[in-house]
């Protein structure tokens, strides 16, 4: 079954982060930070984030278009492995804003971070923005932890099945990370914000935009 997986991605499919450096970026501290439009699971890049929920062993709904799904299906059943271990260790639900890393296997990257964002339902309030930012923050800390991860994909955390509303969510996303990066000096060579539809990707170029202009 592993073998048949990691049959499904051609190299030609494959994104290298020296691809995705063609796209336009902006560097903080020698970190290139990009924009990219795509499947996380096609990235040949060190790590990439994975947008889970607090048990941490993939999600209930095999059928469901979420990262989580995309991310365990494709990576094989060694990554749920591995969150199992974890969770057995940790004994109790995975918090909102921490995050684990696991290896990757079958995917292209070598590592996934796995990271639980806030649920938005109804109003979204101080404690959803300090949530979310948390979850971008560990996963900084998690690269900045493990040496050979140099370069880092993050999705757009809690957007999808968690409702939290896309231009919040880029605006935090996007402030979180420069700012740590200002803070954070030679941890990650590069920064993608992986965003998965034209709308995504339109709002978060708008913030990106802002940004430069404060930067
Ligand atoms: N590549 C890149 N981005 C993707 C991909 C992909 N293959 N698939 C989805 N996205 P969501 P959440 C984007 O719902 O809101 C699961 O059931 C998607 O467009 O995956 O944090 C978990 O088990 C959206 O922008 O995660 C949890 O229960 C972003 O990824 C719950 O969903 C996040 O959408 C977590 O909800």
Redesign the pocket.
């Given at each position: 079954l592993n073998l048949l997986l990691q049959a499904e991605l051609s190299e030609s499919e494959l994104v290298a982060v020296e691809q995705l450096a063609q796209q336009p970026f902006f560097t903080i501290n020698n970190t290139k930070v990009v924009l990219w439009l795509?499947?996380?699971?096609s990235l040949k890049i060190d790590a990439i984030v994975n947008?889970?929920?607090s048990?941490l062993l993939?999600?209930?709904?095999p059928l469901?278009?979420?990262?989580?799904?995309?991310?365990h299906s494709k990576a094989g059943v060694q990554v749920r492995d591995d969150c199992h271990t974890i969770m057995q260790k940790q004994n109790m639900l995975e918090g909102t804003g921490c995050a684990k890393v696991t290896r990757a296997y079958n995917l292209p990257s070598k590592f996934v971070i796995h990271t639980?964002?806030p649920?938005v339902q109804g109003e979204l309030t101080k404690a959803h923005r300090k949530g979310l930012a948390t979850s971008y923050q560990s996963c900084l800390e998690v690269c900045a932890q493990i040496e050979p991860i140099r370069s880092i994909a993050f999705?757009?955390?809690?957007?999808?099945?968690?409702?939290?509303p896309?231009e919040e969510a880029a605006d935090t996303a996007v402030t979180t990370v420069c700012e740590w990066l200002k803070n954070n000096q030679n941890q990650l060579d590069y920064v993608v914000f992986?965003?998965?539809?034209d709308r995504?990707h339109h709002c978060y170029q708008l913030f990106i935009e802002e940004m430069l202009c404060r930067i």
């Amino acid at each position: 079954l592993n073998l048949l997986l990691q049959a499904e991605l051609s190299e030609s499919e494959l994104v290298a982060v020296e691809q995705l450096a063609q796209q336009p970026f902006f560097t903080i501290n020698n970190t290139k930070v990009v924009l990219w439009l795509g499947d996380i699971t096609s990235l040949k890049i060190d790590a990439i984030v994975n947008a889970a929920n607090s048990q941490l062993l993939g999600c209930f709904q095999p059928l469901h278009e979420c990262i989580d799904n995309a991310i365990h299906s494709k990576a094989g059943v060694q990554v749920r492995d591995d969150c199992h271990t974890i969770m057995q260790k940790q004994n109790m639900l995975e918090g909102t804003g921490c995050a684990k890393v696991t290896r990757a296997y079958n995917l292209p990257s070598k590592f996934v971070i796995h990271t639980v964002g806030p649920i938005v339902q109804g109003e979204l309030t101080k404690a959803h923005r300090k949530g979310l930012a948390t979850s971008y923050q560990s996963c900084l800390e998690v690269c900045a932890q493990i040496e050979p991860i140099r370069s880092i994909a993050f999705c757009s955390i809690s957007t999808g099945v968690f409702g939290y509303p896309i231009e919040e969510a880029a605006d935090t996303a996007v402030t979180t990370v420069c700012e740590w990066l200002k803070n954070n000096q030679n941890q990650l060579d590069y920064v993608v914000f992986n965003v998965f539809s034209d709308r995504d990707h339109h709002c978060y170029q708008l913030f990106i935009e802002e940004m430069l202009c404060r930067i």
